[in-house]
């Protein structure tokens, strides 16, 4: 595991994450030996059955399974029975966060990939004197569109890019504006509304938008919105991270497309079903 670690440090240092963050090793032995890692955006009770049906020796997460304090991992609860099976397998458990969302390449390079975006620059860069600042490190991304569409087309395009989800693509604002510079930013990014208005583009895509904050924005003539499954903005991120991995000798990489929308990132909400719609059927 030691090279697999060291390949994910090197890429995200754990020190680039948030304050309030918590990445790296969350259980596991260093030094056992990793065959097979599967990669996931959350650590739930579907995806560690895919890392046991694999034989799976590890699994890479977005989100920290362990994020606030705890004084029980008991089985009786939801994060204790993850933990007892992933112990009793053997499957060790890393998280690589905000240090792979600032990271440059990082989680928002990839989703501006699906786009095609050009001339790529930070969306928010760390504040001066943050371990993260430096380089083209940053949240989220802003880049130009390979060809200007409407709003309308480009919601039908994102929902074409991006993972499939019951979710959807949701937008606001008008939908004949024309967008040639796009910000995105994978994951929640109410926080960063301000920053896509001051980067002056035409439209933002982003996560978890909430009713207010965004019909604020949109009231202050700020770029377009567009709204996606927080996973679905998360996902193309496990690729990159799949080929960081493969780096390390004699490791090989699965990927999990289990759509997960829900997790850490996001305040807890009911748990709605986005892989069978029908389900009331
Ligand atoms: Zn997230």
Same mark, same amino acid.
């Given at each position: ?52 049906? #694999? ?48 990271? *440059?390449?990082?989680? *928002? ?22 371990? %993260?600042?430096? &380089? ?13 569409? +409407? ?19 949701? #937008? ?8 040639? +510079? ?8 109410? *926080?960063?509304?301000?920053? %896509? ?10 996560? &978890?938008?909430?009713?207010?904050? %965004?019909?604020?924005?949109?009231? %202050? ?5 567009? &709204? ?27 990927? *999990? ?25």
């Amino acid at each position: 595991m030691n090279d697999v670690v060291a390949e994910l440090e090197r890429r995200y240092p754990p020190v680039w994450a948030e304050e309030w963050d918590r990445v790296g090793l969350v259980l596991g032995e260093p030094d056992a030996p990793v065959r097979r890692v599967l990669c996931v955006v959350d650590v739930v009770p579907e995806t560690v059955a895919e890392a046991l049906a #694999a034989e799976a020796d590890m699994i890479v997460s977005h989100h920290p399974l362990l994020l606030r304090g705890v004084s029980s991992v008991a089985p009786t609860t939801f994060k204790g029975r993850i933990i007892h099976q992933l112990i009793r397998a053997g499957v060790a458990l890393y998280a690589a966060h905000t240090n792979a969302d600032v990271a *440059s390449p990082g989680v *928002s390079d990839a989703l501006a990939a699906r786009f095609g975006l050009t001339g790529l620059r930070p969306l928010q860069r760390p504040a001066p004197g943050s371990p %993260a600042h430096g &380089d083209d490190r940053g949240f989220g991304r802003v880049g130009e569109l390979p060809e200007p569409m +409407t709003l309308a087309e480009l919601t039908r395009h994102a929902a074409a890019v991006l993972p499939v989800t019951s979710w959807g693509v949701r #937008a606001a604002g008008d939908p004949g504006r024309m967008v040639r +510079t796009l910000a995105v930013s994978g994951g929640s990014g109410d *926080s960063f509304l301000g920053a %896509a208005t001051a980067a002056g583009v035409d439209a933002f895509l982003t996560a &978890d938008l909430r009713h207010h904050p %965004a019909g604020e924005h949109l009231a %202050a003539d700020g770029p377009a919105l567009l &709204d996606a499954a927080h996973w679905a903005t998360e996902r193309p991120w496990l690729d990159d991270l799949a080929a960081l991995l493969r780096e390390a000798p004699g490791v090989e990489t699965l990927v *999990s497309d289990l759509d997960t929308t829900r997790g850490p990132c996001t305040p807890p909400h009911p748990l709605w079903t986005t892989r069978s719609p029908d389900r009331e059927g």
